[in-house]
């Protein structure tokens, strides 16, 4: 299993950033996705998640309305796109696949109960 994040990089407030998670090795279609982050010195958060086929979507307080996420499953490629990004979005963005154990909430937000992470993409917002 592998996740490629991608699409990072230094934006002024206010732009906008498309971030991608290419993912091999296993069936992309079968397993829900998300987004996390973590800005520094600061605890990995979530920020959206996305069932298998895309219908459903659920985000944090801080970004609804301002961030985007999506998957094309033919091409096994989940996306964020961010629009209007304030430096509080500054942080490394983390695609990760939920756990298939029956017991995990399908829209979870709480990060142990993804298996497998993506290594990551630097996003900062500048001021």
């Known amino acids: 299993v592998q996740l490629q994040a991608s699409g990072g990089g230094l934006v002024q407030a206010g732009g906008s950033l498309k971030l991608s998670c290419a993912a091999s090795?296993?069936?992309?279609?079968?397993?829900?996705m998300a987004w996390f982050r973590q800005a520094p010195g600061k605890e990995r958060e979530f920020v959206a998640t996305i069932s298998l086929y895309g219908g459903g979507t659920y985000y944090a307080d801080s970004v609804k309305g301002r961030f985007t996420i999506s998957r094309h499953n033919a091409k096994n490629t989940m996306y964020l796109q961010m629009n209007s990004l304030k430096p509080e979005d500054t942080a490394v963005y983390y695609c990760?696949?939920?756990?298939?154990?029956?017991?995990?909430?399908?829209?979870?937000?709480?990060?142990?109960?993804?298996?497998?992470w993506g290594q990551g993409t630097l996003v900062t917002v500048s001021s």
């Open positions: 090795g296993f069936s992309f279609s079968t397993y829900h």
């Open positions: 990760a696949r939920r756990g298939s154990g029956v017991s995990i909430p399908i829209a979870t937000r709480t990060a142990s109960d993804y298996d497998y």
